[in-house]
């Protein structure tokens, strides 16, 4: 029975009565699919009541309205005199309140006429435009029934999230017909009880009586976060068992060189109880027969790179071979001017790998991986690009995971024998979400900042004193320090008012001449150059004006001052990112927060919070209690699960339930898990 069930699921929309290829098209655009349960994944924002009503003179304006009506005349429309003019229905209810009926859509105009004669009675619903001047109208009434036929008028209408082609009717009309399928199979069937809850909880949000049958902590759609929950971390679960019960899947790699201690004694600093307590779990994970899955989760400025450094080293004992995968070119290029002076010094070959390379240039170095010769390979994508071969890839650390997804860290792995994955990220989240996303993978914290840093002062100002904060830093711009200047768009819009980087750039080079402009939609080569400039010690410019591209990664350690227009605008991880491109040389840093006119209290709140602490986590808490995951992660976080039912924020509880359920040892076997697998498709999720 339950195959039967999951045929149902796995049928494509487009075999619903009603539906046929051409709209099935149009729900996968939507649903990010076209099967029937891409369809029941999908479920309603909210109820929309339709209040029966007596009379029209008892609704408000805005007001969603059902109430009978009597057709008394029609005022056909069309262009008249260059004007175009809608068709009118014109009624009346049964206590002769007048109420117009307007069609602006002239190619159906007969239709309308047709469905409402004139002397007939109709029940019709739609949302109610009352003006003084033109009294009651309802344009393009939801429904017109004959009133023996007032049942098809829902009393509560399921409103849910559409596209271009697909009405509310549509979405209706193909539930009642997959929901009439479901019931029939499972009505007669000896169906699993597991099942049936699932598929009795989907049935009450798809039909929900009001808008509390669709809240996150309701009792269905938290039966089905559970559902989904459980489907992901059992998932996480079981490959995480399956990495950790093999053995012997990677060479044991001998020592065959003493660096480690060379490395500890060129550091210009000491090395923060942190650090070094990452570095021993990840030397302890080099000794295990599996291969290493590790997350270093570290805040700005923490010492996450150095980290990376020893564990590279490390793993050059025994003469194998590293790679450190970033994001950028920039970012690439940074990390290698950084670590190349280090590796000099131990007598490692370090080389950086970017899509810039061609030619004789890039076949050299692709002969040096090769052989062995480079122990530590720098780079983006191109680092696993299908020419570059490696000796004897041992480690694979990626800078920025979150920029990376599944598909790119499974290529990077191919490239070695089991080599052991270390991953950074310098965008602290809620150990909730780390439980979460990362259930496959040791977590390592690095919680401490390098002796020495100096707090960042951070304060928030109105957009209305730029003039006298552009007067505030010319005296330390003139005496040699570096600005950030963070604009939320390129270039002005009509539909904004949020400040333009083009704008600002202008405006500031008449006040400071050496002034750069960095935004996204500039040449790859030409932003580089301008970032390159600016992180250049000798460089004359003193001021980048920049939109979020330099978010992570560029380290200036001259640049002192962080300004970001509109602030109100980003989320608070955004903004502490952005605040850590300051603050990593030895003179005190200062973060300004400008803030718009519309300005919201939360979004002032926001600004509060940052104000108050520099800790990320503690930020990263605050940034998903007030605003959810969807926008704290944003677009750029492309390894992370996105659910159907769950939310980060209101179902926390229901993550430790499901976490736990997970860690039963016969989860595999579970019938009911493996059957949430399915619908929740767990294939891609952490490999499993």
Same mark, same amino acid.
């Given at each position: 029975?339950?195959?039967?069930?999951?045929?149902?699921?796995?049928?494509?929309?487009?075999?619903?009565?009603?539906?046929?290829?051409?709209?099935?098209?149009?729900?996968?655009?939507?649903?990010?699919?076209?099967?029937?349960?891409?369809?029941?994944?999908?479920?309603?924002?909210?109820?929309?009541?339709?209040?029966?009503?007596?009379?029209?003179?008892? %609704? #408000?304006?805005?007001?969603?309205?059902?109430?009978?009506?009597?057709?008394?005349?029609?005022?056909?429309?069309?262009?008249?005199?260059?004007?175009?003019?809608?068709?009118?229905?014109?009624?009346? @209810?049964?206590?002769?309140?007048?109420?117009?009926?307007?069609?602006?859509?002239?190619?159906?105009?007969?239709?309308?006429?047709?469905? =409402?004669?004139?002397?007939?009675?109709?029940?019709?619903?739609?949302?109610?435009?009352?003006?003084?001047?033109?009294?009651?109208?309802?344009?393009?009434? *939801?429904?017109?029934?004959?009133? /023996?036929?007032?049942?098809?008028?829902?009393?509560?209408?399921?409103?849910?999230?559409?596209?271009?082609?697909?009405?509310?009717?549509?979405?209706? !009309?193909?539930?009642?017909?997959?929901?009439?399928?479901?019931? /029939?199979?499972?009505?007669?069937?000896?169906?699993?009880?597991?099942?049936?809850?699932?598929?009795?909880?989907?049935?009450?949000?798809?039909?929900?009586?009001?808008?509390?049958?669709?809240?996150?902590?309701?009792?269905? $759609?938290?039966?089905?976060?559970?559902?989904?929950?459980?489907?992901?971390?059992?998932?996480? %679960?079981?490959?995480?068992?399956?990495?950790?019960?093999?053995?012997?899947?990677?060479?044991?790699?001998?020592?065959?060189?003493?660096?480690?201690?060379?490395?500890?004694?060129?550091?210009?600093?000491?090395?923060?109880?942190?650090?070094?307590?990452?570095? @021993?779990?990840?030397?302890?994970?080099?000794?295990?027969?599996?291969?290493?899955?590790?997350?270093?989760?570290?805040?700005?400025?923490?010492?996450?790179?150095?980290?990376?450094?020893?564990?590279?080293?490390?793993?050059?004992?025994?003469?194998?071979?590293?790679?450190?995968?970033?994001?950028?070119?920039?970012?690439?290029?940074?990390?290698?001017?950084?670590?190349?002076?280090?590796? @000099?010094?131990?007598?490692?070959?370090?080389?950086?790998?970017?899509?810039?390379?061609?030619?004789?240039?890039?076949?050299?170095?692709?002969?040096?991986?090769?052989?062995?010769?480079?122990?530590?390979?720098?780079?983006?994508?191109?680092?696993?690009?299908? @020419?570059? /071969?490696?000796?004897?890839?041992?480690?694979?650390?990626?800078?920025?995971?979150?920029?990376?997804? $599944?598909?790119?860290?499974?290529?990077?792995?191919?490239?070695? !024998?089991?080599?052991?994955?270390?991953?950074?990220?310098?965008?602290?989240?809620?150990?909730?979400?780390?439980?979460?996303?990362?259930?496959?993978?040791?977590?390592?914290?690095?919680?401490?900042?390098?002796?020495?840093?100096?707090?960042?002062?951070?304060?928030?100002?109105?957009?209305?004193?730029?003039?006298?904060?552009?007067?505030?830093?010319?005296?330390?711009? #003139?005496?040699?320090?570096?600005?950030?200047?963070?604009?939320?768009?390129?270039?002005?819009?009509?539909?904004?008012?949020?400040?333009?980087?083009?704008?600002?750039?202008?405006?500031?080079?008449?006040?400071?001449?050496?002034?750069? =402009?960095?935004?996204? #939609?500039?040449?790859?080569?030409?932003?580089?150059?301008?970032?390159?400039?600016?992180?250049?010690?000798?460089?004359?410019?003193?001021?980048?004006?920049?939109?979020?591209?330099?978010?992570?990664?560029?380290? $200036?350690?001259?640049?002192?001052?962080?300004?970001?227009?509109?602030?109100?605008?980003?989320?608070?991880?955004?903004?502490?990112? =952005?605040?850590?491109? $300051?603050?990593?040389?030895?003179?005190?840093?200062?973060?300004?927060?400008?803030?718009?006119? !519309?300005?919201?209290?939360?979004?002032?709140?926001? =600004?509060?919070?940052?104000? /108050?602490?520099?800790?990320?986590?503690?930020?990263?808490?605050?940034?998903?209690?007030?605003?959810?995951?969807?926008?704290?992660?944003?677009?750029?976080?492309?390894?992370?699960?996105?659910?159907?039912?769950?939310?980060?924020?209101?179902?926390?509880?229901?993550?430790?339930?499901?976490?736990?359920?997970?860690? *039963?040892?016969?989860?595999?076997?579970?019938?009911?898990?493996?059957?949430?697998?399915?619908?929740?498709?767990?294939?891609?999720?952490?490999?499993?």
């Amino acid at each position: 029975m339950n195959k039967e069930i999951f045929d149902i699921f796995n049928t494509d929309l487009q075999f619903i009565h009603g539906v046929g290829p051409v709209l099935a098209t149009k729900f996968n655009d939507v649903l990010g699919g076209r099967r029937v349960l891409d369809f029941l994944l999908h479920i309603p924002s909210y109820v929309r009541p339709r209040e029966i009503l007596d009379s029209v003179t008892n %609704a #408000q304006n805005g007001d969603t309205i059902t109430v009978s009506v009597m057709v008394k005349s029609h005022k056909r429309g069309g262009v008249f005199r260059g004007r175009r003019h809608p068709t009118q229905i014109i009624c009346a @209810d049964k206590f002769a309140a007048p109420i117009t009926l307007q069609f602006f859509n002239t190619k159906f105009l007969d239709y309308w006429i047709e469905k =409402l004669p004139i002397g007939q009675w109709r029940i019709v619903s739609g949302k109610l435009d009352y003006s003084q001047r033109s009294g009651a109208i309802i344009n393009h009434p *939801d429904f017109i029934e004959l009133p /023996e036929n007032a049942s098809k008028i829902p009393t509560h209408q399921a409103v849910y999230p559409s596209g271009e082609g697909l009405t509310q009717k549509t979405f209706a !009309n193909v539930r009642d017909q997959i929901f009439k399928i479901i019931h /029939e199979r499972v009505s007669v069937q000896n169906t699993d009880e597991n099942l049936m809850e699932f598929i009795d909880a989907l049935t009450h949000v798809h039909f929900p009586e009001s808008n509390d049958d669709l809240v996150p902590n309701g009792t269905y $759609v938290a039966k089905l976060a559970y559902c989904e929950l459980f489907a992901h971390q059992s998932a996480i %679960a079981i490959n995480r068992r399956i990495r950790k019960s093999k053995t012997n899947t990677r060479p044991i790699r001998a020592k065959k060189h003493d660096l480690i201690n060379k490395f500890y004694e060129i550091l210009p600093f000491a090395l923060t109880g942190a650090q070094q307590r990452t570095i @021993d779990e990840i030397f302890a994970d080099f000794n295990r027969p599996t291969p290493m899955m590790r997350l270093v989760q570290g805040d700005v400025g923490s010492g996450k790179t150095m980290v990376a450094m020893a564990a590279m080293v490390k793993m050059a004992e025994s003469g194998a071979q590293s790679v450190l995968l970033a994001p950028t070119d920039a970012l690439a290029q940074q990390h290698f001017a950084k670590l190349k002076p280090m590796c @000099d010094k131990l007598g490692l070959v370090c080389d950086v790998l970017t899509g810039r390379d061609k030619g004789v240039a890039r076949r050299e170095k692709l002969i040096s991986l090769k052989s062995g010769r480079t122990k530590i390979a720098i780079g983006t994508h191109a680092l696993f690009s299908t @020419d570059v /071969e490696y000796k004897d890839l041992g480690l694979v650390i990626i800078d920025e995971q979150h920029r990376f997804g $599944v598909a790119q860290r499974t290529a990077m792995r191919t490239k070695g !024998n089991n080599p052991d994955m270390l991953a950074l990220s310098a965008t602290p989240i809620p150990r909730t979400l780390s439980m979460t996303v990362y259930g496959d993978m040791d977590i390592s914290i690095i919680n401490e900042k390098p002796a020495g840093r100096i707090p960042i002062k951070t304060t928030k100002l109105p957009i209305e004193r730029v003039g006298a904060l552009i007067s505030r830093i010319a005296p330390q711009v #003139q005496s040699g320090a570096k600005v950030f200047w963070v604009c939320p768009l390129v270039a002005e819009s009509e539909i904004s008012d949020m400040v333009a980087a083009q704008s600002r750039f202008e405006d500031l080079k008449k006040y400071f001449p050496e002034t750069g =402009l960095c935004h996204g #939609q500039m040449d790859k080569k030409e932003r580089d150059k301008v970032m390159n400039e600016f992180a250049d010690e000798n460089s004359k410019m003193r001021i980048l004006v920049s939109t979020t591209v330099i978010e992570v990664g560029i380290d $200036v350690p001259s640049a002192t001052i962080m300004v970001i227009e509109n602030a109100e605008r980003f989320g608070l991880a955004a903004l502490h990112q =952005l605040r850590g491109r $300051v603050g990593r040389g030895n003179s005190q840093s200062y973060c300004v927060l400008l803030y718009g006119n !519309n300005v919201s209290p939360d979004g002032l709140k926001r =600004l509060d919070v940052l104000c /108050e602490t520099d800790d990320g986590f503690v930020i990263a808490e605050q940034d998903l209690m007030m605003r959810g995951v969807g926008e704290l992660l944003g677009t750029k976080q492309s390894g992370w699960i996105q659910y159907h039912f769950v939310n980060y924020r209101e179902h926390r509880d229901l993550f430790k339930l499901a976490q736990t359920a997970s860690m *039963d040892d016969n989860i595999s076997e579970n019938v009911w898990a493996k059957q949430l697998r399915q619908i929740f498709d767990c294939s891609t999720i952490a490999g499993a």
